[in-house]
């Protein structure tokens, strides 16, 4: 339910006060109260007016998520609680609508919360500001400057863990719809001295250690770098690691965004290459060498590493250890070589690591501009984002600390100004007479600092260039004498000082009250720090450097642009760019988030009072809040003020129809609420003190709560009277149809009963009425019955006598007969002989033989001898003779057939006769080659010339002539042969060349050997001891084999008058030279077709498989 709750004021659900300014009372206890009564709720934003003032909640709160982001957009700055997104709503719209420039200051001490905040801003507007490919690349580009400027200039420090240690303005530019263009980035004062050394417990800036960490091997042995922290001197080792900082990883976005930012890869690679540089500087070390004019002169250690720095800066070894041991100084045409001792050196050394990753950062943030930088010259709007270093105050402040509370100094003057002003602006907008406000103007202490004769900055730079000896103490003296009667400076020394016998403030110290406080700062250094001397001869041999980054950071080495005029001083470079930003700032309309650190432990959920009251008081929010209440304290527009509280008016509510401004006159003549505590202006009511305020929201709470008991009465009243009604008409409907129902009831079973009673009736009625038809019916029926039986036995008697006068009329004519018959007989019986009987049977015989012909004569079948029909026997007794008649005519109609063959005919029919008589019924082939003719010459070696010189040799008549197959005996291959039967031999012949292979005798061949299968496979066996079974048997196969086995059979016969064996068998076996190997036939797979596939199983079995 909280969720759905619309809030539309910062007063809805507020913890504490979620405005300052309504604070009552308003002393230093409310207000710290108030801040941690919201802190302890995770309300880490609180306003002062339109200033937020922020508490590092050292934990990452659930408020920044883009539904946030979505809530905030496009909202009154007062409607919902404070947030950081809500000034940055109002800021962006302000610029986007009216038109106006903005700038965002975000000031508090270290650690408190800056950085963060400004990236927060940055990125809320980047969500609610225009989309597009372009719009987004320059908002990547905006957002990931954050990282690379992080990774160079933050660095971790006992006060934060990723403090900057520069200050940092940002001025983003919009186009006239509120898209992004571009953007300038400017940078203050980077704590160089951080490179060289660092504090106990704190660390150098972070890109050395992530190199070091992130940095593949590779990398790392190009830059002559190694991982180990512990080799560089420049490294600080109590505190190398911070816990939850992976430098690793931090080192790859670092270069990702470098990416996207826009620096080329060479660019990226120069530039750790210098970062690599100032750390190998580091670990430089000089020795005392004597001279011959008794002084000392400062000699590098070791050159190694001087060796590597020069070679992974290009710069020439010689120059870089000259100017590490003498110093050039010219004045006025002359120059001046003077040595260094080791001090000098080791001074010279520092001084350019120094200046070598301090100019690197400048370029850094140069190089970035030049990528941000608005593309278009159309008028820009500009959002400035100002994310700088606040208020310091350590024990030891030295010259760092002076300039940034310098620049906080100057900051405060412009809230100041701009807050009053502002302040003004708007009543004279809304025409409220001004009532002039009292409040502590610092505008004398930015004076004692920066005034041109007498502030502090120049009596430093009047000594730095002063002649003669130049020391810290000089500096404090001339302090002493110049500034001693103003009412902020304080020294031990200063003549007119009150602190004359102030033991508590050493000699080389002053002090300067702040208008956050009293700062005493050790003038050691200042003079040193405030001439950031670098060697002449340092910045030239950089000049000379071969590596195009390096000499663009010291153009001042160019000898051809040798400028004797001293470079301008830290100090008054410092002073010069503040005032540049504050005179930036001014022509923006301000808004303020001032962060507060709740702790010194970095810890979540611990509010150290006494840490955030001296915050409070040197941020001056106490007196913020005053001035904001000086005139009124709560104003707001008149619509939104009517809408709130019009329920405590009865002429208000629930409707006003006239002007809201008339309204909430209306309103406040009402409540009564005494003239002197409010104004009207022009589009604002304006109440003057908080108190009439929280007056009005007691009212309004009191009066919400009435009316919410007002609505809920009504409301509860309504729903029983609605309740009962439906309850009323319900009851009337289940009344009427329950009446309904019974009524329909009772009717069903009157006309139930009715209907039972009826049929009863009816029933009785017709089974009277049935009985008395039956009755008749019966009567009727009798009568008839009586009738037909009468009629009945009438007929069956006339039908008898008709019988009886019938059979007797047939019995005469039947005896009749017989007596006829009986005389016939006596009569003709002597006629009879006694074989008269088997006459009649012959006769009878006779004439149906006669008719069995005849019929035959007609039936005849043809003479063809395959034609198997024959008309069916008429007569069982002719069984056997129509048998054999059958036989008969066959056996004649087959001689018939026989006689018309030719010669030739005659010898192929007894081949095919020799055939049957051998292979019928014992070799599978054999029917199949029973259609096939028997030619014998299937090859035509007389004709074909191919084949004159086998036909030259072989002078007999050729019986077969045909291809075999010859099996090998090794590997049961084939290989073609002629096979020719002459009348005395067998002969095999080359297929191509016709050659006579082996010429075998009739007499020779004693057996054929061939399986019972459907295979063309033979072997001729040969007798053993002849010539020609000296190669063994053969093997053949062929697809005549049947007509060249019978061929064979016959030819040996007529020669030799010898039957030749033809074995028909599935195994048999087969001489090949020595051996005799067995040739079985087995049912083969059908993989290879058809065909029959022979194999050499072994040495004495060859396998034919039979598909
Ligand atoms: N809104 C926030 N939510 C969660 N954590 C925060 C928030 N603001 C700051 N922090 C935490 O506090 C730490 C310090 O914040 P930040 O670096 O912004 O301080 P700073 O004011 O910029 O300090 P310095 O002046 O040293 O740069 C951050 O690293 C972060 O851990
Ligand atoms: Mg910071």
Known sequence: MAK???KTSLLDDMIGVGDMVLLEPLNEDSFINNLKKRFDHNEVYTYIGSVVISINPYRSLPIYTPEKVEEYRNRNFYELSPHIFALSDEAYRSLRDQDKDQCILITGESGAGKTEASKLVMSYVAAVCGKGAEVNQVKEQLLQSNPVLEAFGNAKTVRNDNSSRFGKYMDIEFDFKGDPLGGVISNYLLEKSRVVKQPRGERNFHIFYQILSGASEEFLCKLKLERDFSRYNYLGLDSATVNGVDDASNFRTVRNAMQIVGFMDHETQSVFEVVAAVLKLGNIEFKPESRANGLDESKIKDKNELKEICELTGIDQSVLERAFSFRTVEAKQEKVSTTLNVAQAYYARDALAKNLYSRLFSWLVTRINESIKAQTKVRKKVMGVLDIYGFEIFEDNSFEQFIINYCNEKLQQIFIELTLKEEQ???????????????FNNAIICDLIE???????????????????????????KLNQVCATHQHFESRMSKCSRFLNDTSLPHSCFRIQHYAGKVMYQVEGFVDKNNDLLYRDLSQAMWKANHSLIKALFPEGNPAKINLKRPPTAGSQFKASVATLMKNLQTKNPNYIRCIKPNDKKAANIFNEALVCHQIRYLGLLENVRVRRAGYAFRQPYEPCLERYKMLCKQTWPHWRGPARAGVEVLFNELGIPEEEFSFGRSKIFIRNPRTLFKLEDLRKQRLEDLATLIGKIYRGWKCRTRFLLMKKCQIVIASWYRRYSQQKKYQKIKSSAITVQSYIRGWK??????ELKHLKRCNEAATVIAAYWHGTQARRELRRLKDEARNKHAVAVIWAFWLGYKVRREYRKFFRANAGRKIYEFTLQRLMQKYFLEMKNKMPSLSPIDKNWPARPYLFLDSTHKELKRLFHLWRCKKYRDQFTDQQKLIYEEKLEASELFKDKKALYPASVGQPFQGAYLEISENPKYKKLKDAVDEKIIIAEVVNKINRANGKAASRIFLLTKNNVLLADQKSGTI???????????????????????????EGSEAASKGDFLLSSDHVIEMATKLYRTTLSQTKQKLNIEISDEFLVQFKQDKVCVKFIQGSQKNGNIPTCKRKNNRLLEVAIP
């Open 4 to 6: 759905m709750e619309v």
């Open 425 to 439: 602006e708007e009543y004279i907008r809304e025409g409220i007479e001004w009532t002039h406000i009292e409040y």
């Open 451 to 477: 005034n041109n004769q007498t502030g502090i900055l120049a009596m430093l730079d009047e000594e730095c260039l002063r002649p003669g000896t130049v020391t810290d103490d000089t500096f404090l003296e």
């Open 766 to 771: 017709a089974r009277k009425l049935l009985r």
């Open 997 to 1023: 292979k082996s010429e075998v005798p009739l007499g020779d061949v004693t057996k054929v050997s061939m399986s019972s299968q459907n295979d063309g496979f033979f072997a001729v066996h040969l007798k």
